[in-house]
C-alpha cells in the first residue's frame, strides 16, 4: 500500500487498526510476525574469528611457523611450549577484546530510546523495539520518531529529517491531502520517518513500517556507525607502529651479531622473533579500549551515560562546566510560596469575581495530565504541575471551571519565545490566557505599570524564587490554529506566581569540588538574572567579587571581542537563548577552554555538538539533544558531572600507569637481550623465558593497574591540557632510565653468576627480570605517591595478579617437570634469596625518585 496517497480510514483498515491504539493481545500478535522494531545490527564477527584474529599479526604468525620449523628441525619441546604460550596470549586477549565489546553493547542497550504509544485507549511509554505496525504514537518537540509513521494529528509540527534526506531545515507535517504517488520522500508532509527528529509542536501518527521496512532501515547498511577511535589510540597506535620499526631494526642487528658469535641459526631466528613479539606493544591501543569501555561501565553506575567512548578519555581535560540550573543544579521540585494579582485586573465575565481572576488563568492555562492510572495524579513538567496544583488548592477556585471553559487551541511553550498559551471557549467569547517568563509576557501586554510589576517581581527573585507572569484577553473570533501572534499580542496584565526549586545539596559540594580541581562552574540559564545570581550566590558558583551575571540581552550586544575580554569573569549567564550556549562555548574555546554543557532541549543541540563534551539530560532530556550528547546524565544531576570528570581523571592516570609499566618493562627486555651479547655474554634468556616474562607481566598485572582507584589529591591539581603527549610529565624518560636499570640489573647478576661459575645463571637472571616486573608493577601504582601510602594490599587484584606470578615462578623453578620444558633449574635457597633482593632494586628506585620529585616540589 502506498501509504502517503491513501486516506487515513484506508490506512486504519488496512492495518487493522484505529485512533485508540491496539489492544495487548493484538501487539502481543504482531510482534510475534514482525519481530522487534529495530536496525540489523553490523553482522557480529563469530566468537571464533574473535579468537583467530589473535593470531593475525604478523610476528606471532612468523613465532609460530619458526617453532614450527625449529620443531621439525628436532627440538619439538620447545616448539610445542612456545605454541601453547602464543595460545594462552591469544585466550587472554581474546577475554579482554570480547569483555570490551560486551560492555560497550550494554552501554549502547541503555541508551535505546523509549517512545509514547497509545494503546486501548491508555497512554503508555514503551521502548522504541517494541513498536508495532498499527499502533499509534505520540510526538512532541525533542523526540525522536520511533517508526515509519502516516500523521492522524498535527499541531505546528516541524520534523528535521536529515538522517533520511539530508536536508536539515525541519518539514511542517500535516495530516494533509493525499499526496502525488512518486512525491520525494522529503515532499512526503503526511509522513514522518523512523530516527527523524521533532523540531516542533506535537502530533501523533499510526505506524506503518517497523524496524528493516522503514525507509531508513532500507538504507541501514550505509548508516552503521564507525567505530570512534580516541585520540590518544590514534597516537598510541602511531607510536606502536614506529617502535615496532625499531625493535625489528633491532631484532636484526641481534640475529646478526648472534650468527657471528656462533649461534645456531634457528635458535637465533626464535631468539629474535620471541623477542619482537614480547617487545612490541601491539597491545597497546586495544588496552586502552578496554580500559575506557570498563571505564565507561562504571560510569553507568555512577548514572553517567557515555555515548562517545573518546569522552572517557577526554573528561578529565574539562576545565570549564556550563550547567542549567533547573534540575540539574536545583531538584526540579516546584512549590509556589506566593502569587501576586495585578491591582487593576479583573476578568469581564459574568460569574467570575474579580478576586478569583488570576486563580481562573492559572488553573486553566497549564500542560499538565491526570494519570488515571495513578489516582488521577497530575503529570507533567513541575513548573506546570504546581502552578495548576496552587491554583487548585486555593479557595475561590472552583472545580468547574475547567468543563464550563473548554480548550480550544494550545501554543505550547518553548523557551525561545518563553511563553505558553492557551485559548478557552466561553459565552461565544473566546479567553486566551498566556503565561512566561516576565519580560516576554510585559512585551505583549497592552496594560500594566512596568515599574510596579518589576518591582513585585524582583522582591520574588532576590529570594532565589523562580517568577511566572500571567496575562489574558478576551476575544470574539477563534483565529487560525497556531496564529501565534494574533494570540500573544494586546493582552492585559494578570499577575505573578512565585516558587521555589530547592538545590541540590550534593551540588554545593560539587561546585566546591569543581573549584579545587581547577574547572570553573558557570551557571546558564532561562531564568531570570535576579533568581539565577540568587542561587548562583548561594551554591558557591559567584563568589569573588569579579564574578559577574550577565543576561542574554546584554550578550546579544557584546562584540566578540568584547565578549573575548569579558568571557572568564561571567559567571551567570540568564535568559540566554539556547542559541547563545552555542556563542558561548565557541568564545570559552577559543580561549583554549575545555567545555562541558548541558543541554536538554531541541535548540541545545548545536551547543552540545560543539562542546568538547555534550552533556544531556537523561531524565528530563529530549531525544534530540541526546543524540547530540556524548554523555547523558542519568539522574541530571550536576554533581554526577563532576563524578564523571573524576572517574575521567582516574581512568586516564590509569591508562599512563599501564603505558609506564609495560613500556619500562618491555624496553628492559630488549635491552638485557641486545646488550648482552655486546659486551661479551651469552645471550640471557631462551624463546620460551621471554616470552613466559611477556606473557606474565603484560596481561594480569597490566589489566589489575587499570583497575586502580583515584589518587588521593585526583581532584586537587589542575585538568589535563588536551595537548600535551603521553609521555609529558617525565613518562618517556621515566620509562627510559626504569628500563636501562631493570636491565643492568640483569646483566650484572647474569655477569656476576657467570663470573663465579654459578650454573645457574641463566636461571637467576630469568628470575629478577621476572620479579623486577613485579615490583615494577606495585611502584606504576602511583606516579607520585609511595605504595607504603596508598597501601601495598589495596589494589587487590595486583596483588593477586603478583602472587600468581610468583608462584608459577617457584613452580618453574622447583618442579622437575616444567625444569626439563623451561630449561631451569633449582636455584639453592641463597641465590633465591639473592634474585628476590635484586629484584627489589628497581622497586626502590622509582620509590626514590618518587621522594626526589617530591622534594624538588615537581609534584606535591
Ligand atoms: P534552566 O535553563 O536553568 O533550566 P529555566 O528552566 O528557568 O532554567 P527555561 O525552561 O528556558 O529555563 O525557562 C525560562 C523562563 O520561562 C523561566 O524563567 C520562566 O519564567 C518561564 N517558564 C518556564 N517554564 C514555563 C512554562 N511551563 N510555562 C510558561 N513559562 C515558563
Redo the contacts with the bound molecule.
Keep these: 500500500m502506498n501509504w502517503h496517497t491513501s486516506s487515513i480510514d484506508a490506512i486504519f483498515k488496512e492495518l487493522q487498526t484505529n485512533a485508540d491504539g491496539l489492544a495487548a493481545d493484538e501487539v502481543a500478535k504482531r510482534i510475534q510476525q514482525v519481530g522487534p522494531n529495530q536496525l540489523q545490527e553490523k553482522k557480529k564477527k563469530p566468537v571464533w574469528l574473535l579468537l583467530l584474529m589473535q593470531f593475525k599479526d604478523v610476528m606471532i604468525l612468523i613465532l609460530i611457523v619458526a617453532a614450527i620449523v625449529s620443531g621439525v628441525a628436532g627440538d619439538l619441546k620447545d616448539a610445542l611450549v612456545i605454541l601453547i604460550i602464543i595460545i594462552i596470549n591469544a585466550i587472554v586477549g581474546f577475554v579482554q577484546e570480547y569483555r570490551a565489546e560486551k560492555a560497550i553493547e550494554a552501554l549502547k542497550k541503555l541508551s535505546a530510546a523509549m517512545v509514547k504509544v497509545r494503546r486501548n485507549k491508555q497512554v503508555t511509554q514503551i521502548a522504541a523495539t517494541e513498536i508495532v505496525p498499527g499502533d499509534i504514537i505520540l510526538l512532541e518537540a525533542g523526540d525522536m520518531v520511533g517508526a515509519d509513521i502516516r500523521i492522524l494529528r498535527s499541531n505546528a509540527l516541524k520534523i528535521e529529517e536529515a538522517s533520511l534526506t539530508g536536508e536539515s531545515q525541519g518539514v511542517d507535517k500535516s495530516t494533509g491531502a493525499l499526496l502525488e504517488e512518486d512525491a520525494p520522500l522529503g515532499d512526503r508532509t503526511n509522513m514522518a520517518y523512523k530516527s527523524t527528529l521533532v523540531t516542533a509542536g506535537n502530533g501523533a501518527g499510526v505506524v506503518v513500517a517497523t524496524g528493516m521496512q522503514t525507509e531508513i532501515g532500507k538504507i541501514a547498511g550505509m548508516l552503521q556507525e564507525g567505530e570512534s577511535v580516541t585520540p590518544l589510540q590514534k597516537r598510541l597506535a602511531d607510536f606502536s607502529k614506529k617502535l615496532s620499526f625499531v625493535i625489528l631494526g633491532i631484532c636484526v642487528v641481534l640475529y646478526v651479531i648472534g650468527l657471528l658469535r656462533g649461534v645456531d641459526p634457528l635458535t637465533m631466528l626464535l631468539t629474535t622473533i620471541s623477542l619482537a613479539v614480547a617487545a612490541i606493544p601491539e597491545a597497546l591501543p586495544a588496552v586502552i579500549t578496554i580500559a575506557l569501555a570498563l571505564g565507561a561501565k562504571k560510569l553507568v553506575r555512577k548514572k553517567a551515560l557515555i555515548r562517545k567512548l573518546p569522552a572517557v578519555e577526554t573528561l578529565g581535560s574539562v576545565t570549564y562546566i556550563c550547567s542549567?540550573?533547573?534540575?540539574?543544579l536545583t531538584q526540579n521540585q516546584m512549590t509556589v510560596q506566593a502569587t501576586w494579582q495585578y491591582e487593576q485586573f479583573g476578568l469581564s465575565i459574568p460569574a467570575i469575581k474579580k478576586e478569583q481572576s488570576l486563580l481562573l488563568v492559572m488553573g486553566l492555562n497549564h500542560?499538565s495530565q491526570k494519570d488515571h492510572t495513578d489516582n488521577d495524579k497530575r503529570k507533567g513538567?513541575p513548573?506546570?504541575v504546581a502552578l495548576v496544583e496552587y491554583a487548585l488548592q486555593q479557595n475561590g477556585y472552583n472545580d468547574r471551571w475547567e468543563q464550563d471553559f473548554p480548550r480550544e487551541q494550545e501554543l505550547p511553550?518553548d523557551?525561545d519565545r518563553?511563553?505558553?498559551t492557551t485559548v478557552h471557549k466561553t459565552n461565544g467569547q473566546y479567553l486566551v490566557i498566556t503565561?512566561?517568563?516576565?519580560e516576554s509576557i510585559l512585551k505583549i501586554c497592552k496594560t500594566g505599570d512596568q515599574q510596579c510589576i518589576n518591582d513585585q517581581s524582583n522582591k520574588l527573585a532576590e529570594t532565589g524564587q523562580?517568577?511566572?507572569a500571567y496575562s489574558c484577553k478576551l476575544i470574539q473570533q477563534l483565529p487560525q490554529k497556531g496564529d501565534q501572534a494574533a494570540l500573544e499580542s494586546d493582552q492585559d496584565f494578570c499577575g505573578l506566581a512565585g516558587m521555589i526549586d530547592p538545590p541540590r545539596p550534593e551540588a554545593r559540594q560539587a561546585i566546591a569540588e569543581c573549584k579545587t580541581a581547577g574547572i570553573v562552574p558557570v551557571l546558564?540559564?532561562?531564568?531570570?538574572p535576579v533568581?539565577a545570581a540568587a542561587i548562583a550566590r548561594d551554591m558557591g558558583i559567584l563568589q569573588s567579587k569579579d564574578d559577574r551575571t550577565i543576561t542574554g540581552a546584554e550578550l546579544a550586544k557584546l562584540s566578540d571581542e568584547e565578549l573575548d575580554k569579558s568571557i572568564t569573569q561571567i559567571k551567570v549567564y540568564a535568559r540566554v537563548s539556547p542559541q547563545q550556549k552555542l556563542r558561548i562555548v565557541e568564545t570559552l574555546q577559543k580561549k583554549h577552554q575545555f567545555v562541558a554543557m548541558t543541554g536538554d532541549g531541541v535548540n541545545d543541540a548545536p551547543a552540545l555538538k560543539r562542546a568538547n563534551i555534550g552533556v544531556a539530560m537523561g531524565i528530563t532530556g529530549t531525544d534530540v539533544s541526546k543524540e547530540a550528547a556524548a554523555m547523558i546524565l542519568l539522574d541530571d544531576n550536576f554533581a554526577t558531572i563532576v563524578k564523571a570528570v573524576k572517574e575521567g581523571r582516574r581512568i586516564y592516570d590509569n591508562i599512563r600507569k599501564f603505558i609506564r609499566y609495560v613500556l619500562a618493562c618491555n624496553f628492559a627486555e630488549i635491552l638485557t637481550i641486545f646488550m648482552a651479547p655486546v659486551v661479551g655474554l651469552p645471550i640471557p634468556l631462551l624463546p620460551i623465558h621471554i616470552l613466559w616474562i611477556n606473557l606474565v607481566t603484560d596481561s594480569l598485572p597490566g589489566l589489575a593497574l587499570a583497575g586502580e582507584k583515584a589518587e588521593p589529591r585526583i581532584m586537587q591539581r589542575p585538568p589535563r591540557d588536551t595537548n600535551e603527549g603521553i609521555f609529558s610529565h617525565g613518562l618517556g624518560l621515566n620509562t627510559i632510565w626504569v628500563g636501562v636499570l631493570m636491565a643492568a640489573v640483569g646483566l650484572v647478576t647474569q655477569a656476576w653468576a657467570i663470573h663465579i661459575g654459578d650454573a645457574h645463571w641463566q636461571t637467576m637472571i630469568f628470575t629478577v627480570l621476572c620479579f623486577s616486573q613485579m615490583g615494577h608493577a606495585l611502584v606504576s601504582r602511583s606516579e607520585s605517591e609511595y605504595i607504603f601510602r596508598l597501601g601495598v594490599f589495596s589494589n587487590r587484584n595486583l596483588i593477586g595478579a603478583i602472587a600468581l606470578t610468583f608462584i608459577l615462578q617457584i613452580a618453574i623453578i622447583y618442579m622437575p617437570a616444567l625444569n626439563k620444558i623451561f630449561n631451569t633449574a633449582p636455584l639453592t635457597i641463597t641465590e633465591l634469596g639473592l634474585c628476590l633482593l635484586i629484584s627489589t632494586i628497581t622497586f626502590h628506585a622509582v620509590e626514590l625518585e618518587k621522594f626526589i620529585k617530591r622534594r624538588s616540589g615537581k609534584i606535591n
Design positions: 542549567d540550573k533547573t534540575g540539574t500542560d513538567d513548573t506546570e511553550f523557551s518563553k511563553l505558553m503565561k512566561g517568563a516576565l523562580r517568577v511566572i546558564i540559564t532561562g531564568d531570570h533568581t
